[in-house]
């Protein structure tokens, strides 16, 4: 698949079954577009990423994978949806 020109890679929703902390989150060396921690029910992070191409997400869970990290869900997002807290605070993947 080709990109355009100045495409900045697509957009991931990744969800973790565990609270990562800033600390974790700078130890992947991430950059993420929002963030969201739930204490309620199983706890479980959120992660809007925006990644470069697809090499770049099978390398993050890989991380999480060494980390010991239980992966939920991966999800093509769209910046409207990276935003929309409604959207992540209630899609629960699972």
């Not at 100045?6 to 993420?32: H, M, N, T």
């Not at 925006?50 to 390398?59: C, E, G, K, M, V």
Request: proline residues 4%.
């Amino acid at each position: 698949m080709s990109r355009l020109a100045g495409d900045a890679g697509a957009i991931y929703r990744v969800c973790v079954r565990s609270i990562l902390d800033e600390g974790w989150i700078r130890a992947l060396e991430l950059k993420p577009i929002a963030s969201h921690r739930h204490y309620a029910g199983p706890p479980r992070t959120i992660l809007m990423l925006q990644l470069a191409d697809q090499a770049a997400l099978i390398s993050l869970l890989h991380q999480l994978h060494d980390m010991g990290l239980t992966l939920l869900s991966v999800e093509l997002s769209s910046p409207e949806r990276a935003l929309d807290d409604n959207y992540t605070n209630t899609h629960k993947g699972f």
